[in-house]
């Protein structure tokens, strides 16, 4: 079992620099656990402390129920994948590959079947005598991989693999890690900055902050119960609307939600899902809706009381979806189901949509 436990890992540079503070995390056996988080937040610390390239300053970590805390990198049986690959350009994609295998004396024949295999995996058979310098940025990523399967080590650790390659190839290369990780079932720690490649690729996903675990869970549940701001703030893409407002009782067992001059009614429903939010009634709040939870309400049925009136003031076509940028009074609301709007508006989508005046939406409090 190659569980991965963080107890209370903290570190604190020389310099005095704060990078992790007291980080739990458990990662199950075959989990594919992906730690995301702003610029600095101390994601790439915590992937280093596990491989053991960066000592703990407190706290424990344990890999398959053994106490790592002292025990150098090579003997921790994880591979890392880096961002820059970490390829050696004097020597062919079999040799990089080959390389750790090498490294541990074993015999020949071992090491060719293990790079073959590696290399049918990840398709890389017709490259296998190419120096990486000849290889597209794919390949190359490909190869560190390579280099990761063959060890076939009890964890994999990835910092920001995807990074260097550009959008279509790292959907692409994505999936394909997804694949390879069902398919070795490879304890993996992911390291990325992408709210999206943490949405897609995690079991789990581990949201820092400054050096501190925010949330961690499944992707669906971050999404849809968001602990704090600013996780409800980093993950979705677009970002979630958030704007101030304050709830109160409409009379009739429904509520409303009062946001400057608009009013918007929520049923009942909505308050029976979650109890929670009987303790927000007549207190400002930041209220949280997600841009696809609202509807272009000349395309819909508009219930009374369910609408939010504004102007658009942008619009960004993205091909499938039109993003919609509307003030509620001050604060910015963004909506992706609009497509009719942006088909009315033509090419010069801004100034066209300026010129039907009000636009209106209906905002869906549906319960999950
Ligand atoms: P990024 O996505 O930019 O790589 P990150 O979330 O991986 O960021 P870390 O690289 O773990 O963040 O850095 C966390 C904090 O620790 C940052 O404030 C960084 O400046 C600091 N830091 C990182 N390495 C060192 C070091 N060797 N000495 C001092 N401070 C460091």
């Given at each position: 079992?190659?569980?991965?436990?963080?107890?209370?890992?903290?570190k604190?540079?020389?310099?005095?620099?704060?990078?992790?503070?007291?980080?739990?995390?458990?990662?199950a056996?075959?989990?594919?656990l992906?730690?995301?988080?702003?610029?600095g937040?101390?994601k790439?610390?915590?992937?280093?402390?596990?491989?053991g390239?960066e000592?703990?300053?407190?706290?424990?970590?344990r890999?398959g129920?053994?106490?790592?805390n002292?025990?150098?990198?090579?003997?921790?049986?994880?591979a890392?994948?880096?961002?820059?690959?970490?390829?050696?350009p004097?020597?062919?994609?079999?040799?990089?590959?080959?390389?750790?295998?090498?490294?541990?004396?074993?015999?020949?024949d071992?090491?060719?079947?293990?790079?073959?295999?590696?290399?049918?995996?990840?398709g890389?058979?017709?490259?296998?005598?190419?120096?990486?310098?000849?290889?597209?940025?794919?390949q190359?990523?490909r190869?560190?991989?390579?280099?990761?399967?063959?060890?076939?080590?009890?964890?994999?650790?990835?910092?920001?693999?995807l990074?260097?390659?550009?959008?279509?190839l790292?959907v692409?290369?994505?999936?394909?890690?997804?694949?390879?990780?069902?398919?070795?079932?490879?304890?993996?720690?992911?390291?990325t900055?992408?709210q999206?490649?943490?949405?897609?690729?995690?079991?789990?996903?581990?949201v820092?902050?400054k050096?501190?675990?925010?949330?961690?869970d499944?992707?669906?549940?971050?999404?849809?119960y968001?602990?704090?701001?600013?996780?409800a703030?980093?993950i979705g893409?677009?970002?979630?609307?958030?704007?101030?407002?304050?709830?109160?009782?409409?009379?009739?067992?429904?509520?409303?939600?009062?946001?400057?001059?608009?009013?918007?009614?929520?049923?009942p429903?909505?308050?029976?899902?979650?109890?929670?939010?009987?303790?927000?009634?007549d207190?400002?709040?930041?209220?949280?809706l997600?841009?696809?939870d609202?509807?272009?309400a000349s395309?819909v049925?508009?219930?009374?009381?369910?609408t939010?009136?504004?102007?658009?003031?942008?619009?960004?076509?993205?091909?499938s979806?039109v993003?919609?940028?509307f003030?509620?009074?001050?604060?910015?609301?963004v909506?992706?189901d609009?497509?009719?709007?942006?088909?009315?508006?033509?090419t010069?989508?801004l100034?066209?949509?300026?010129?039907?005046g009000?636009?209106?939406?209906?905002?869906?409090f549906?319960?999950?």
């Amino acid at each position: 079992m190659a569980e991965v436990v963080l107890r209370d890992v903290s570190k604190i540079y020389a310099d005095g620099t704060h990078a992790v503070r007291g980080l739990d995390l458990s990662i199950a056996d075959g989990e594919f656990l992906v730690l995301v988080g702003p610029s600095g937040c101390g994601k790439t610390t915590a992937l280093r402390m596990v491989a053991g390239l960066e000592e703990i300053t407190s706290g424990e970590i344990r890999i398959g129920g053994r106490v790592v805390n002292d025990v150098p990198p090579r003997d921790r049986d994880v591979a890392m994948v880096f961002q820059s690959y970490a390829l050696y350009p004097h020597l062919s994609v079999r040799e990089n590959i080959a390389f750790g295998l090498r490294l541990r004396k074993l015999p020949k024949d071992e090491i060719n079947r293990k790079v073959q295999e590696a290399a049918k995996i990840l398709g890389l058979e017709e490259y296998l005598d190419r120096k990486p310098r000849n290889l597209s940025g794919g390949q190359r990523q490909r190869v560190a991989m390579g280099r990761a399967i063959v060890r076939k080590p009890q964890v994999f650790l990835m910092d920001e693999p995807l990074s260097n390659l550009d959008a279509k190839l790292r959907v692409q290369m994505r999936a394909e890690i997804a694949r390879i990780q069902r398919r070795l079932g490879v304890t993996t720690i992911y390291v990325t900055h992408d709210q999206t490649e943490a949405m897609t690729l995690g079991d789990r996903v581990a949201v820092m902050k400054k050096g501190e675990l925010q949330q961690v869970d499944a992707p669906q549940v971050l999404y849809d119960y968001p602990v704090n701001l600013f996780v409800a703030g980093f993950i979705g893409s677009p970002a979630m609307n958030l704007f101030e407002g304050r709830i109160t009782t409409a009379g009739d067992g429904t509520y409303q939600l009062l946001a400057g001059s608009q009013r918007l009614l929520i049923e009942p429903k909505v308050f029976e899902a979650r109890p929670a939010l009987y303790a927000y009634l007549d207190r400002p709040v930041i209220v949280g809706l997600r841009p696809e939870d609202m509807e272009d309400a000349s395309l819909v049925q508009a219930r009374e009381g369910c609408t939010l009136t504004s102007t658009a003031d942008l619009v960004e076509a993205m091909g499938s979806d039109v993003l919609v940028h509307f003030g509620i009074d001050a604060p910015k609301v963004v909506t992706d189901d609009t497509k009719e709007l942006a088909r009315d508006a033509g090419t010069d989508v801004l100034g066209a949509l300026d010129e039907r005046g009000h636009s209106v939406l209906v905002a869906r409090f549906s319960p999950r």
